[in-house]
């Protein structure tokens, strides 16, 4: 079965500090990857999306940047954090052996930046 | 990209059945309908989707309109644990298969 892991659960960081926080798929090859930011009370903002290996789509112009050096695996990065960066990090996938209209997301980071 | 729009809350009483409304008056002909849910600290869920053909599934039915400009979740008998907000989206079919979420409407189930 199909498995997405995100890590850590929970993370607060200084301002100005980097941030990296990791996103694996199990059990699916070649998925389409996304992340996603909410805001406390808000929705869920897009911020990349992958259809492959080294293939990075950005929705919104930001100090973060994503990479995706394994088929699986979807890595969000900073190398300096602002305080609105602050929110609930959501990773997703879609396709693969699943259904291809379907996303399904991760169980999410909680960044707080201080 | 095309809009929806629904209320921002609802209330139901439990073992009740809720219906949720979504506006989407410039949906498009390739555009597919989405119902997701997000319980309380936990990642968007899939609840449902459709085209033109009303839609059943184990969690919910999904009641499109004959013009596809407004839609209408269907939860038969609510509980508490399907308290959560629920996200109505359009999306059309591209190599992203992007989801773009709006506020949703946040139900609340009282027993």
């Known amino acids: 079965s199909q498995t997405i892991h995100q890590w850590p659960a929970t993370l607060v960081q200084p301002v100005g500090s980097p941030l990296s926080l990791e996103c694996t798929v199990e059990?699916?090859?070649?998925?389409?990857l996304y992340w996603y930011r909410q805001a406390a009370g808000r929705g869920l903002q897009l911020l990349f999306y992958?259809?492959?290996?080294?293939?990075i789509s950005s929705e919104v112009p930001q100090n973060l940047s994503a990479s995706r050096p394994q088929d699986r695996q979807f890595i969000l990065s900073s190398k300096k954090l602002l305080l609105s960066d602050s929110g609930f990090y959501l990773c997703?996938?879609?396709?693969?052996?699943?259904?291809?209209?379907?996303?399904?997301f991760g169980p999410g980071t909680r960044l707080t930046v201080l | 990209d095309a809009k929806t729009t629904q209320p921002n809350s609802m209330e139901s009483n439990e073992e009740e059945p809720v219906h949720l409304p979504c506006n989407h008056s410039?949906?498009?002909?390739?555009?597919?309908i989405h119902w997701y849910r997000q319980l309380p600290s936990q990642g968007p869920e899939y609840v449902i989707h459709?085209?033109?053909s009303n839609v059943n599934n184990r969690m919910a039915s999904l009641a499109i309109a004959e013009d596809r400009k407004s839609s209408t979740l269907i939860l038969h008998r609510a509980t508490l644990r399907d308290a959560a907000v629920y996200y109505c989206?359009?999306?059309?079919?591209?190599?992203?298969?992007?989801?773009?979420f709006g506020g949703g409407t946040r139900l609340m189930v009282k027993p």
């Open positions: 997703a996938w879609m396709g693969g052996r699943m259904r291809r209209d379907t996303q399904y």
């Open positions: 059990g699916t090859s070649n998925p389409n």
């Open positions: 992958s259809v492959g290996i080294g293939q």
């Open positions: 410039t949906i498009s002909g390739t555009d597919y």
């Open positions: 459709g085209l033109t």
């Open positions: 989206i359009l999306r059309a079919y591209n190599a992203g298969n992007m989801l773009t």
